[in-house]
């Protein structure tokens, strides 16, 4: 199968309307004939919080001792208004012979789809609409 991924639902219903076949539309995605169009809704992912690192920097505004946080690699969890549409694309890719990166196209469209790809482990075959 091969999937869709839009940054925005306008864009995904567009996506589809060009697909051959009939659509039909599913919980968070498109399906067109073999091809699903699914979509993102701006970031799927966020900068985990201080606390995620070391519970003692949750009041990191009463303990300025901690500036600045030693963190080497920040870490991306799921929005909690965006977590039902991220399993979606996550089950989705696990299906996937291959994706279409359908990202607005700038640095930000591109970076939205890729967060959800290497969250995914993604590494089979990508093009970019």
């Excluded at 659509?23 to 799927?44: N, P, R």
């Excluded at 009041?59 to 799921?78: C, D, K, M, S, T």
Aim: hydrophobic content about 40%.
């Amino acid at each position: 199968m091969r999937l869709f991924i839009a940054e925005k639902p306008s864009l995904a219903r567009a996506i589809a309307e060009q697909l051959p076949g009939n659509a039909v539309k599913g919980s968070g995605y498109i399906q067109v004939g073999a091809d699903i169009v699914s979509w993102c809704y701006g970031h799927l992912l966020e900068l985990a919080p201080p606390e995620h690192y070391n519970p003692a920097w949750r009041n990191w505004g009463v303990a300025v001792q901690h500036l600045p946080y030693p963190i080497r690699q920040f870490e991306l969890l799921p929005k909690k208004e965006s977590e039902e549409q991220l399993r979606t694309l996550l089950a989705l890719l696990q299906d996937a012979d291959s994706v279409v990166h359908a990202g607005d196209p700038d640095r930000e469209g591109q970076m939205l789809v890729d967060e959800v790809l290497e969250l995914a482990g993604w590494q089979g075959r990508t093009e970019r609409l």
